[in-house]
């Protein structure tokens, strides 16, 4: 059975389909039947090297972000129309059952290619406010969920957000994670990234604030595991040693499980998928929302995790000179209290646990008409 899974632009929106197929495939399997899913996405290095390293069938839509000036509105609707017709020559050849989209710019060209050949669609708003292209989505589809509750999708169903299992620290020993990256199995250890793409003012902004505090016995024993999302790898890297931190600096963690797993702490962005991990991993956070989106909705993705204790989100200053200012009154008493960590951690474990994968999965196996398990069960 083909599904189709639009989404794309950033890892963020590619991961959570790959999170559903996981579901779908043992569901289907149970029936006699085989999954295959195909990913449209964007036609960026990022989506290409996402689905490379996942082993995804993709397919790349030449589809660009909606335009806010008039004078790329044409440009858009042309690249949209283009995104579309490939959409549809392939939808045409595979004729998929159902497609699911998790937003992102090459969302709108995939569900209206389905929808045209009468293939049912859900989408699902990953943050926790729906944008104008989330709404606008949201009217085209058949379905309509929420990860977050209140995103401003009224007649939308919340599920949470769906998690892969590779992004999962469960089942994985912390030791084991750290001496994996090279790190001290028994030292404590901030984890460091920026979403999928990572973020220059963080890569700049950690080992800043490690350096000036070179000396400072509130940091001793500490160590990082930084991603940086493959932007300014070496000077990362030449800082923390400048710094004198023992730190393990990678470019990009596929598995993000094992990351999770190394960490007492992270240092992070609140996109959607961030947040929703570091709440089933129970790590406390420190967010520095993305500082130029309009919308403020990073933080807003980050409010539950906040307000029930499991994470503090702090503004990015983008200068590292500030951003290593203010983490001195954010970061600085989370590294010395243990037992405040501790108390976080319990919050986050205390907040309650969502399915969502399971659930699109199922919305998915009933439009498809997937029909009863082959053993009878229902
Ligand atoms: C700058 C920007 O506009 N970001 C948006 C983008 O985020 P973006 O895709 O960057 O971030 P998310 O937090 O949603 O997801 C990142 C995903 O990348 C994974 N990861 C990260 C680093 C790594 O080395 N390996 C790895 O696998 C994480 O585990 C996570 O699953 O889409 C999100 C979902 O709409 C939004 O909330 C964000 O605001």
């Given at each position: 059975?083909?599904?189709?899974?639009?989404?794309?632009?950033?890892?963020?929106?590619?991961?959570?389909?790959?999170?559903?197929?996981?579901?779908?495939?043992?569901?289907?399997?149970?029936?006699?039947?085989?999954?295959?899913?195909?990913?449209a996405?964007?036609?960026?290095?990022?989506d290409?090297?996402?689905?490379?390293?996942?082993?995804?069938?993709?397919?790349?839509?030449?589809?660009?972000p909606?335009?806010?000036?008039?004078?790329?509105?044409?440009?858009?609707?042309?690249?949209?129309?283009?995104?579309?017709?490939?959409?549809?020559?392939?939808?045409?050849?595979?004729?998929?059952?159902?497609?699911?989209?998790?937003?992102g710019?090459?969302?709108?060209?995939?569900?209206?290619?389905?929808?045209?050949?009468?293939?049912?669609?859900?989408?699902?708003?990953?943050?926790?406010?729906?944008?104008?292209?989330?709404?606008?989505?949201a009217r085209?589809?058949?379905?309509?969920?929420?990860?977050v509750?209140?995103?401003?999708?009224?007649?939308?169903?919340?599920?949470?957000?769906?998690?892969r299992?590779?992004?999962?620290?469960?089942?994985?020993?912390?030791?084991?994670?750290?001496?994996?990256?090279?790190?001290?199995?028994?030292?404590?250890?901030?984890?460091?990234?920026?979403?999928?793409?990572?973020?220059?003012t963080?890569?700049?902004?950690?080992?800043?604030?490690?350096?000036d505090?070179?000396?400072?016995?509130?940091?001793?024993?500490?160590q990082?595991?930084?991603?940086?999302?493959?932007?300014?790898?070496?000077?990362?890297?030449?800082?923390?040693a400048?710094?004198g931190v023992?730190?393990?600096?990678?470019?990009?963690?596929?598995?993000m499980?094992?990351?999770?797993?190394?960490?007492?702490?992270?240092?992070?962005?609140?996109?959607?998928?961030?947040?929703?991990?570091?709440?089933?991993?129970?790590?406390?956070?420190?967010?520095?929302?993305?500082p130029?989106?309009?919308?403020?909705?990073?933080?807003?993705?980050?409010?539950?995790?906040?307000?029930?204790?499991?994470?503090?989100?702090?503004p990015?200053?983008?200068?590292?000179?500030?951003?290593?200012?203010?983490?001195?009154?954010?970061?600085?008493?989370?590294?010395?209290?243990?037992?405040?960590?501790?108390?976080?951690?319990?919050?986050l474990?205390?907040?309650?646990?969502?399915?969502?994968?399971?659930?699109?999965?199922?919305?998915?196996?009933?439009?498809?008409?997937?029909?009863?398990?082959?053993?009878?069960?229902?």
């Amino acid at each position: 059975m083909v599904i189709y899974f639009a989404g794309g632009g950033t890892g963020g929106h590619v991961y959570p389909n790959v999170a559903v197929a996981e579901r779908l495939g043992p569901m289907l399997a149970e029936r006699g039947k085989a999954l295959r899913a195909v990913y449209a996405v964007s036609d960026r290095a990022v989506d290409a090297r996402v689905c490379e390293a996942e082993g995804l069938e993709a397919v790349a839509l030449p589809a660009r972000p909606a335009a806010t000036r008039p004078d790329r509105a044409l440009r858009f609707a042309a690249a949209f129309r283009r995104a579309r017709a490939v959409a549809a020559r392939r939808v045409a050849a595979d004729r998929p059952a159902a497609l699911l989209a998790t937003g992102g710019f090459v969302s709108g060209p995939a569900v209206a290619a389905a929808r045209r050949a009468g293939v049912p669609t859900a989408l699902i708003t990953l943050d926790a406010v729906a944008g104008r292209a989330a709404r606008w989505l949201a009217r085209g589809c058949d379905a309509r969920f929420l990860a977050v509750a209140g995103a401003g999708l009224p007649e939308a169903k919340t599920v949470g957000y769906p998690l892969r299992s590779a992004s999962l620290a469960a089942g994985r020993d912390p030791g084991e994670a750290r001496a994996g990256y090279g790190l001290n199995p028994r030292h404590p250890t901030l984890l460091v990234f920026a979403g999928s793409s990572g973020a220059e003012t963080i890569n700049r902004g950690s080992p800043a604030f490690f350096a000036d505090r070179a000396r400072d016995p509130r940091l001793r024993g500490w160590q990082v595991l930084h991603l940086t999302g493959g932007k300014l790898l070496a000077e990362t890297r030449a800082a923390y040693a400048a710094a004198g931190v023992a730190a393990a600096v990678r470019g990009y963690e596929p598995a993000m499980g094992r990351a999770w797993a190394a960490a007492d702490l992270a240092l992070t962005r609140c996109g959607a998928g961030g947040v929703a991990e570091a709440r089933a991993n129970a790590v406390p956070c420190v967010f520095l929302p993305y500082p130029w989106h309009r919308d403020g909705h990073q933080e807003r993705n980050a409010g539950p995790l906040v307000a029930a204790g499991g994470a503090v989100v702090t503004p990015d200053r983008v200068a590292p000179a500030a951003n290593a200012a203010s983490l001195g009154d954010t970061l600085l008493p989370l590294l010395e209290n243990p037992a405040r960590r501790a108390a976080m951690r319990a919050a986050l474990r205390a907040m309650p646990a969502t399915d969502a994968a399971t659930a699109l999965a199922a919305w998915l196996l009933g439009r498809a008409g997937g029909g009863p398990p082959a053993d009878g069960r229902g």
